[in-house]
């Protein structure tokens, strides 16, 4: 009885609670070779398990189910968007997941856009499921690198180019 006392008691501890980072960080480059703005959101894998089981339903399975990890890249893209400086939705493409390491990775992308002086970026993944879920988008265009940073009740983030 000791032995089920102690495991419970780990099991829920604020140090076996505190391995949710509740931190997503997406990069969004430019790739010279095919013209395209590729996106890589990459999440932590604790995260992802937590997520899925209130997100879709308490035996989902991230790690070992193939369907569940489809069904939570499905909910990172209809989460995430990227419009021209003038608010035109840029036309996302679902490229593919995996899982590698200890994170969950989600990748999409779209051409580049004939001129791009600016971008407005949304990113709610997770945080309609967490209000204290950070997400960090690095767009890398170029030589520059602008960084958003989507918390507490942030929507929309801008990026400007010409300056």
């Given at each position: 009885m000791m032995f089920v006392l102690a495991a419970a008691t780990a099991l829920y501890s604020p140090a076996t609670l505190a391995h949710q980072q509740?931190?997503?960080?997406?990069?969004?480059?430019?790739?010279?070779?095919?013209?395209?703005?590729?996106?890589?959101?990459?999440?932590?894998?604790?995260?992802?398990?937590?997520?899925?089981?209130?997100?879709f339903k308490s035996d989902a399975d991230i790690i070992q189910s193939l369907e569940t990890q489809a069904q939570f890249a499905q909910y990172v893209y209809a989460r995430f968007g990227i419009y021209k400086a003038n608010g035109e939705a840029l036309d996302l493409v679902e490229v593919g997941f995996e899982?590698?390491?200890?994170?969950?990775?989600?990748?999409?992308?779209?051409?580049?856009?004939?001129?791009?002086?600016?971008?407005?970026?949304?990113?709610?993944?997770?945080?309609?499921?967490?209000?204290?879920?950070?997400?960090?988008?690095?767009?890398?265009?170029g030589d520059k690198i602008k960084t958003l940073s989507f918390t507490d009740n942030t929507e929309v983030l801008s990026v400007n180019f010409t300056q």
């Open positions: 509740k931190l997503a960080l997406s990069k969004v480059v430019v790739n010279p070779r095919t013209d395209m703005l590729e996106i890589m959101h990459r999440f932590e894998l604790h995260d992802a398990e937590h997520a899925v089981k209130e997100i899982i590698e390491g200890k994170h969950f990775w989600v990748y999409q992308e779209t051409p580049l856009p004939d001129s791009l002086e600016g971008l407005q970026v949304v990113h709610n993944a997770l945080r309609d499921i967490w209000f204290a879920q950070s997400n960090t988008v690095n767009i890398e265009i």
